[in-house]
């Protein structure tokens, strides 16, 4: 038996025979309690190295290699269109279409739309499930995050994770339109500003699919429940769009799919407007982005595992 904080030195243990059985005495230890002297970190950074964790799981990072195939797959498809595009005047000279003519950026971002759809679904939702179910909501809370904070890293995660699948390709294309220019300094100055059309589209692509993601995923423990549920979400809101779009001859309707109605936006940032990119989309876009985002905070506020 431990008596913590007494101040008595130590005892020995013995053991004699009592009637045949052995009995043995109770050990005391000294034991003090002293203050912590090291180095305090601040609750930022519990929050970012919750974001780095939540981001390298899901990619397989610092995992088996049979971890990281799936994501990496989903990876190179996401990346192969923007890297042929890129590789064709680098590697065969004389040929006069430069990269953006061959695949432009809403044509890349339409490209990867089932790509993203798949990433999304098997990496997201599964950021708040494994916490659920292994109900460690609690030891966050007691120690080193706020409901909020935690709340904060998950969604940065999920953004993280997202604009990974849907800006790095961009920024490949752009990368590539650069160097296989006849003049890189002059072609980079003349389209600079699609840098922060870039950024903006992406973001609104990721932050929509992020939050559509972890509020699937803060319903249940299951990760193939979770998995299952947003891809109901993202697979049968196409087909509601088109029936309405159909019926009613209008279609601005199609900006309340789901699965494309990101991405239609996202055109429109880009200055290439897809149909179903107007106030519908929006509207759509701002209730799952904003009314996720609250329902997130909603059910975790209280910090229980259930």
Same mark, same amino acid.
């Given at each position: 038996?431990?008596?913590?904080?007494?101040?008595?030195?130590?005892?020995?243990?013995t053991r $004699?025979?009592?009637?045949?059985?052995?009995?043995?005495?109770?050990?005391l230890h $000294?034991?003090r309690?002293?203050?912590?002297?090291?180095?305090l970190?601040?609750?930022?950074?519990?929050?970012?190295?919750?974001?780095r964790? $939540?981001?390298m799981?899901p990619?397989?990072l610092?995992r088996?290699?049979?971890a990281?195939?799936?994501?990496f797959?989903?990876?190179?498809?996401?990346?192969?269109?923007a890297?042929?595009?890129?590789?064709?005047?680098?590697?065969?000279?004389?040929v006069?279409?430069e990269p953006l003519?061959?695949?432009?950026?809403s044509a890349?971002?339409?490209?990867d739309?089932?790509v993203?759809?798949?990433?999304?679904?098997?990496?997201?939702?599964?950021?708040?499930?494994?916490?659920?179910?292994?109900r460690?909501?609690s030891l966050?809370?007691?120690t080193?995050?706020s409901?909020?904070e935690y709340?904060?890293g998950k969604?940065?995660?999920?953004?993280?994770?997202?604009?990974?699948?849907?800006?790095?390709?961009?920024?490949?294309?752009?990368?590539?339109s650069?160097i296989?220019?006849?003049?890189?300094?002059?072609?980079?100055?003349?389209?600079?500003?699609?840098?922060?059309?870039l950024?903006g589209?992406?973001?609104v692509?990721?932050?929509?699919?992020?939050?559509?993601?972890?509020?699937?995923g803060?319903?249940t423990?299951?990760?193939?429940f979770?998995?299952?549920?947003?891809?109901?979400?993202?697979?049968?809101?196409?087909?509601?769009?088109?029936?309405l779009a159909n019926v009613?001859?209008?279609?601005g309707?199609l900006?309340?799919?789901?699965?494309?109605?990101?991405?239609?936006l996202?055109?429109r940032?880009?200055? $290439?407007p897809?149909?179903?990119?107007?106030a519908?989309?929006?509207?759509?876009?701002?209730?799952?982005?904003g009314?996720?985002?609250?329902g997130?905070?909603?059910?975790?506020?209280?910090?229980?595992?259930?």
């Amino acid at each position: 038996m431990s008596v913590p904080g007494t101040g008595s030195p130590a005892t020995g243990g013995t053991r $004699d025979e009592v009637g045949g059985r052995q009995s043995s005495r109770a050990v005391l230890h $000294d034991i003090r309690y002293s203050r912590f002297s090291g180095q305090l970190r601040s609750r930022a950074s519990s929050v970012a190295d919750l974001v780095r964790t $939540d981001v390298m799981r899901p990619l397989g990072l610092r995992r088996s290699a049979g971890a990281k195939v799936w994501p990496f797959l989903l990876l190179a498809a996401a990346y192969l269109p923007a890297l042929a595009v890129v590789a064709v005047p680098l590697l065969v000279p004389g040929v006069p279409l430069e990269p953006l003519e061959m695949l432009s950026y809403s044509a890349l971002l339409a490209t990867d739309t089932m790509v993203l759809l798949a990433f999304v679904a098997t990496t997201v939702p599964s950021l708040l499930t494994r916490d659920r179910r292994d109900r460690v909501l609690s030891l966050y809370f007691a120690t080193a995050l706020s409901p909020g904070e935690y709340v904060l890293g998950k969604a940065l995660a999920a953004l993280s994770l997202v604009l990974i699948i849907v800006l790095g390709p961009l920024l490949v294309l752009f990368g590539g339109s650069v160097i296989s220019a006849d003049a890189p300094g002059e072609w980079l100055a003349e389209h600079a500003g699609d840098l922060p059309r870039l950024v903006g589209a992406a973001l609104v692509v990721g932050g929509f699919h992020a939050v559509l993601g972890l509020l699937v995923g803060s319903l249940t423990s299951r990760r193939v429940f979770a998995v299952g549920g947003y891809l109901a979400v993202v697979l049968v809101g196409p087909a509601l769009a088109v029936l309405l779009a159909n019926v009613l001859g209008d279609d601005g309707w199609l900006g309340l799919d789901p699965a494309s109605g990101p991405m239609r936006l996202a055109t429109r940032v880009l200055g $290439d407007p897809m149909e179903g990119s107007g106030a519908l989309a929006w509207g759509m876009w701002g209730v799952v982005v904003g009314g996720g985002s609250l329902g997130l905070w909603l059910r975790y506020r209280g910090g229980r595992d259930s």
